[in-house]
């Protein structure tokens, strides 16, 4: 069993580079690897030019924040924030001055004297975090520091590493199963399955234009349908068991493939009418700002779409017969692989 396989990737200075994928996934091991926690079988894990692969973890200069704190129980909250500085021997004036600035930087400086077991669990995280970035790191490992924390913390939590992250410049590799974490807080994302990285690129690129098939359905919602890829002249779309579907793919070979089209994406249009797939609305929830509709395409084919207060829609009634089309290139498609087939 190879939990990361070939993974082979640059992260810049100062970014914000987040691994995500699901459990099991093999990120946490490839956090480790860098880490000096797990050995690596081949290859090379440089920083900068210096490559790092028989340097001792506590000689690598990293700074790590764990999920579940790995706060001393016994130690205040200063002590727990120079424990890096100390076993560095830095002297006691810099150490004081270091540890109350990052005390500060994570607004946590009127805890100093307090003991652990007396904070919250999102100021235990930021006792973490300070512990972290006071020692100075070349790199910031985080994995999975905010999955212990309820949701309102969780959003804090984000914004405070973000920000800070942002104001130190310190680079920074992340470790998530939450893909609205990954989205909101990377430069880059690299997602993972069964230890391989599947795709590495910006969030909005992650999310609008999907490698495979596994990306598309791991980051946000995909609606996905069988289907063939069928050409007329210069025009091209899918064919379904439920309607027609145009796209725009670079390929001119025809046969079976799979598509998916994101609920947001998807325009109505009251009764069965022209090109779309066809259905009736089966479950209708407002939102505030979006009405998701569920529209059954047939016994057991569902199908998500979104339409959006602002422009002007009201919800719609449950069993009303509908008609499902889109952009041509906001409906992607797949080869037998599950790759996309790139426009």
């Avoid at 004081?96 to 652990?116: G, S, T, W």
């Avoid at 919250?120 to 972290?132: M, P, V, W």
């Avoid at 359905?217 to 050409?231: D, E, Y």
């Avoid at 091209?236 to 994101?262: H, M």
């Amino acid at each position: 069993f190879h939990a990361v396989k070939n993974a082979n990737f640059k992260v810049e200075k100062g970014e914000f580079f987040t691994l995500l994928g699901p459990s099991g996934c093999g990120k946490t091991t490839l956090l480790r690897m860098i880490a000096g926690f797990n050995s690596i079988e081949r290859g090379t894990i440089t920083f900068g030019e210096k490559v790092i692969n028989d340097i001792p973890a506590h000689r690598r200069n990293i700074g790590m924040v764990f999920q579940n704190y790995a706060i001393f129980p016994h130690m205040t909250v200063f002590q727990n924030v120079a424990y890096g500085l100390k076993a560095r021997k830095v002297s006691k004036k810099e150490t004081e001055e270091r540890v109350l600035k990052a005390l500060r930087l994570v607004k946590m400086e009127e805890f100093r004297d307090r003991e652990p077991s007396k904070l919250s669990g999102g100021q235990q995280q930021r006792i973490a975090l300070a512990r972290a970035i006071v020692i100075e790191p070349d790199v910031l490992l985080m994995d999975e520091p905010l999955s212990n924390l309820d949701a309102k913390l969780r959003l804090e939590m984000r914004t405070i590493i973000k920000k800070l992250q942002r104001e130190l410049g310190i680079t920074t590799i992340y470790v998530t199963h939450d893909q609205e974490e990954a989205l909101a807080i990377s430069d880059r994302i690299a997602v993972m399955k069964l230890g391989v990285i599947q795709q590495i690129d910006v969030p909005e690129k992650i999310y609008k234009t999907p490698a495979n098939e596994f990306v598309a359905g791991f980051i946000g919602t995909s609606n996905f349908l069988q289907g063939a890829l069928v050409k007329e002249g210069l025009k091209q779309f899918i064919k379904t068991p439920y309607g027609l579907l145009d796209v725009a793919v670079s390929t001119q070979k025809e046969g079976p493939v799979t598509v998916s089209l994101r609920p947001e994406e998807g325009i109505l249009k009251k009764g069965h009418q022209g090109e779309g797939l066809q259905g009736k609305i089966t479950l209708a929830t407002f939102l505030g700002d979006f009405m998701n509709y569920e529209i059954e395409l047939a016994p057991g084919v569902i199908m998500e779409v979104n339409e959006y207060t602002k422009d002007g829609k009201t919800l719609r009634e449950i069993g009303q017969e509908v008609t499902i089309s889109a952009e041509a290139s906001a409906v992607k498609v797949y080869d037998e692989e599950g790759w996309v087939i790139p426009s």
